[in-house]
């Protein structure tokens, strides 16, 4: 079964960091420009971070200088580390392509930032 497989989210306090993690599931990441993307209820899902094939990255201005995207091409595992969050960061993610056609979503990770 094909899936991407989101892990590594939790209650984290502000300031503090997290390491996520985005496994695929008979799904090669390795040939596609990938993403990170976060939802809160009522918004849409916003890409925050992006690395293509060749490792080049991009990020949105939200968590530009505080997020790493890597990706381990052997495990078939992306990840994005997270530091110095804050309050608003408190959303669930998911990993896919940036572009169509998208894998199939996960369920995502939820990341609650609050004292």
């Known amino acids: 079964q094909v899936q991407l497989v989101e892990s590594g989210g939790g209650l984290v306090q502000p300031g503090g960091s997290l390491r996520l993690e985005c496994a695929g599931s008979?799904?090669?990441?390795?040939?596609?420009?990938m993403g990170w993307y976060r939802q809160t209820p009522g918004n849409q899902r916003e890409l925050v971070a992006s690395i293509s094939s060749g490792g080049s990255t991009n990020y949105a201005d939200s968590v530009k200088g505080r997020s790493t995207i890597s990706r381990d091409n052997a495990k078939n595992t992306m990840y994005l580390q997270m530091n110095g969050l804050r309050p608003e960061d408190t959303a669930v993610y998911y990993c896919n392509k940036v572009s169509p056609p998208y894998g199939p979503w996960g369920q995502g990770t939820q990341v609650t930032v609050s004292s």
């Open positions: 008979a799904f090669t990441l390795s040939p596609y420009y």
